[in-house]
């Protein structure tokens, strides 16, 4: 990859939370970002973030780009779920900036919360494969088929695979499944991408400090059945996590990441 090329990311669920954190941080560092997301103004509103990190930060400053690299975003309201949906994403994103060198594959719901296994309702079940097991599979089915096609050849993708993918917390049926599923996807990817210079990595977060781990810090239902104050963490750590795993040569890669609120429970779960 031309180090002094602007390079291209597609990032999904980029209207709040770590998706947001991720843009801003790729747009701040000179990147060009698709971002989609199902609210278009929350796209807009990390747009506007975007710029006013980009403003603040000086020319080349933040990561070593040589001046007069230009980052632009492009916002289109996509729900991944649905595969037509995700088709005009990717061709937005072709016609705007002609290729691709990155998706973040990010956008995902966790489902209805503390609700038993055995209340699931099934609705509730395919909502949440849908997003976070479906959409990843469209999105990264485009990806692949963009990235295998273009010239020069090649790209990454980065799964959002969340600690869940290794172990749950309680009543996470839904999301536990399909963010297991996604550790297997991140595989299969990085098998098969080998002879187009297509590789996958996998970030797996736990206790970044969004929207939707807002109540991280009154309580949470814990393995024993208590419910306990758990720490959390600066989602913009998360972001530059992301950021190293994408800007590594296409030799090279992060296969899995693991990045977490130090003093979390997660190591010590059940």
């Not at 059945?225 to 590594?248: F, I, N």
Request: glycine residues 12%; aromatic residues 6%; contains cysteine.
């Amino acid at each position: 990859m031309n180090a002094h090329r602007t390079k291209i990311a597609i990032v999904t669920g980029a209207g709040s939370g770590i998706g947001r954190a991720v843009a801003v941080e790729l747009l701040r560092t000179g990147w060009s970002v698709t971002l989609a997301g199902r609210r278009a103004e929350r796209l807009e509103e990390t747009a506007a973030l975007a710029r006013a990190a980009l403003a603040d930060t000086p020319s080349g400053a933040a990561a070593g780009e040589p001046a007069g690299k230009e980052s632009t975003s492009l916002c289109v309201r996509t729900d991944v779920s649905r595969p037509e949906e995700v088709t005009a994403l990717f061709d937005a994103t072709r016609n705007r900036f002609g290729r691709l060198d990155l998706l973040f594959n990010n956008a995902g719901t966790f489902g209805p919360g503390g609700v038993p296994f055995e209340d699931l309702p099934y609705e509730a079940w395919r909502h949440v494969v849908g997003t976070n097991l479906d959409g990843a599979f469209l999105c990264a089915q485009a990806a692949y088929r963009q990235m295998k096609e273009q010239d020069p050849q090649g790209g990454r993708i980065i799964n959002n695979g969340s600690i869940s993918a290794h172990t749950p917390r309680p009543r996470s049926a839904a999301y536990t499944a399909t963010k297991h599923a996604l550790t297997g996807l991140t595989k299969s990817l990085s098998l098969d991408g080998r002879p187009y210079r297509i590789v996958c990595g996998q970030i797996d977060i736990g206790n970044a400090a969004t929207d939707m781990t807002s109540g991280m810090a009154t309580g949470a239902l814990q393995a024993n059945g208590e419910v306990a104050a758990e720490p959390v963490m600066d989602v913009g750590d998360v972001g530059r996590t992301v950021r190293h795993m994408a800007e590594l040569p296409l030799e090279a890669n992060v296969q899995f990441a693991t990045v977490l609120a130090s003093a979390m429970p997660y190591v010590g779960r059940g």
